[in-house]
């Protein structure tokens, strides 16, 4: 299937912005930055979701205990100074003094303990350091203390864990949520506040700077280092038509596109007072999750047959065309540098049409509609919706194809319900490379009880995460990671689509960008 791109002339996009951003630009447009984000802002909680929007909405609002520099080295964030026992497993934290919540209360140590639990719950590295975890405890308002079972060599990573699930902190009564609870107040304590007054789901979120909070010293790095708010409102602008988006970007309506059309960027390229750049150094990953818990994906013979005629270069062409760097990978925490793809050493199958086809039927498929859910308002992931329905069809299958919003896929993603009831068979969707490359990071792999949408469960991987994540030899646990490998794709957890570099869009006199796998607002400035 040839997914047809789009050829839009780049002209003046009218009457963008509401009345109340106009008056906010007219007040002091330099201070006011107009972007538009990755889709609509409905899930707020960044414990509870992992998906991007929120993550970086949360990297606005709350603040962290440790980042991770350019290096991805972590480095002390809310935390004024930290120590270790000689055996490796007391680590006591200090909290930096002046830390306020965005409601004018002080940041106390028992915020900590109850949002390191919180996260813990959710996440995987989380749930790792949780545990080896003998006790936790605020010592007084300022001062906490770690204590484990067994010394480990990722507590810093973990508590400065850059891509989802974040470990932002928070107050404590709302970290005292049931895990499984989205929270809806949000109270940071990061370098801007989220005016809830103004969020108008569908259309606009609005930040403003938090004139309370202190910068650490050090110079921006990442993640990591003084988070310094150099303008006093960010005003997020759900605008679903790409082409609108960028005649937005064009004509100054817009300083900065989080999420450009891969087909419209070569044009923004050469318009003047626009750049185009990459922003994450490593770019993403693109993948298929498929539902484990209903026909016909929960045999893993009709996983494999879908698996069979999966090909990744036609993938990586619809959604990044020619001009954005891509490369196929085989493999579920991606493939580094000049790595080969992996098919072969991981065992991918390979069929042709007819031979998946007849090995689709023979898993039991007996022609219900597959559901497929189309993110229509998400440039980058769309084309795969389309590619996948394709493939199945290929192989004989009825598909439904249901268009809808990236934030209403979020939802329903969430959804155990059979296909026909509200529930679904499989999406495509993006992860940062930063985010996937071994089993601690990566969440959308998980299995069994640490299961990710789609909940897939294999015994022997759960067993050969806690083997890599507790192995303190180096050769043994590259051994263990390439086993992992082969398990994932020998019970297609997902299925890799291949690898890409993501690009930004924004206006020429928008500086102080920060490389990394989220989008950060601190820094920037209007010249």
Not at 395 to 400: K, R
Request: glycine share 8%.
């Amino acid at each position: 299937m040839a997914i047809r791109r789009r050829h839009l002339p780049l002209v003046a996009a009218p009457a963008l912005l509401s009345l109340e951003s106009r008056h906010a630009m007219a007040q002091d447009p330099r201070r006011v930055i107009r972007s538009v984000p990755i889709g609509d802002l409905r899930a707020l909680d960044p414990i509870w979701t992992t998906t991007y929007l929120t993550r970086n909405h949360g990297y606005l609002v709350w603040d962290t205990l440790f980042a991770m520099d350019a290096q991805n080295r972590p480095q002390p964030q809310m935390v004024e100074e930290f120590g270790v026992s000689g055996d490796q497993k007391g680590w006591t934290f200090r909290l930096r003094p002046g830390l306020l919540w965005h409601d004018g209360a002080p940041v106390r140590a028992a915020d900590c303990v109850a949002s390191i639990r919180r996260w813990g719950a959710r996440d995987g590295m989380g749930r790792a350091l949780m545990r080896v975890t003998e006790s936790l405890e605020a010592r007084d308002d300022r001062v906490f203390v770690l204590k484990l079972s067994r010394p480990v060599g990722f507590v810093l990573e973990a508590l400065g864990k850059i891509d989802s699930n974040v470990p932002f902190m928070m107050p404590e009564r709302l970290a005292r949520t049931d895990p499984n609870t989205a929270i809806t107040e949000v109270i940071g304590s990061g370098p801007f506040r989220f005016l809830r007054e103004q969020w108008n789901p569908g259309a606009r979120v609005v930040y403003e700077r938090f004139r309370e909070y202190v910068p650490r010293s050090e110079p921006p790095s990442q993640a990591a280092g003084g988070k310094v708010a150099k303008i006093d409102r960010v005003e997020s602008l759900y605008t679903p038509d790409a082409a609108t988006a960028a005649n937005g970007l064009t004509t100054g309506e817009f300083d900065l596109l989080e999420s450009p059309a891969p087909d419209l960027v070569p044009r923004m390229a050469r318009t003047r007072d626009v750049v185009v750049t990459p922003n994450d150094p490593l770019g993403y990953t693109l993948f298929i999750v498929l539902n484990h818990l209903h026909p016909p994906f929960d045999k893993v013979e009709a996983r494999r047959a879908l698996m069979s005629v999966i090909n990744q270069r036609d993938y990586m062409v619809a959604t990044v065309g020619n001009d954005i760097p891509s490369r196929e990978c085989g493999a579920n925490f991606g493939c580094a540098g000049d790595e080969p793809a992996q098919f072969d050493t991981l065992g991918w199958p390979r069929m042709t049409d007819a031979q998946a086809a007849a090995a689709f039927r023979a898993a039991g498929y007996d022609g219900r509609p597959i559901v497929v859910m189309n993110p229509a308002d998400n440039a980058t992931l769309s084309p795969s919706a389309l590619l996948t329905a394709d493939a199945l069809r290929r192989i004989g299958a009825n598909v439904d194809l249901i268009a809808m919003d990236w934030s209403g896929l979020v939802q329903r993603r969430a959804s155990r319900n059979p296909p026909a009831q509200g529930g679904w068979n499989c999406f495509a969707t993006n992860a940062t490379i930063t985010g996937i490359q071994n089993p601690l990071l990566n969440v959308f792999v998980g299995n069994c009880d640490s299961g990710w949408f789609g909940w897939p469960c294999d015994a022997r991987i759960p067993a050969l995460n806690d083997a890599w994540t507790y192995e303190n030899d180096p050769a043994r646990a590259k051994q263990i990671l390439k086993e992992l490998e082969r398990v994932h794709v020998e019970n297609v957890t997902n299925i890799p689509l291949g690898q890409y570099r993501s690009v930004i869009a924004h206006r020429r006199n928008l500086r102080g960008l920060l490389p990394g796998p989220a989008l950060f607002y601190w820094n920037l400035e209007k010249v």
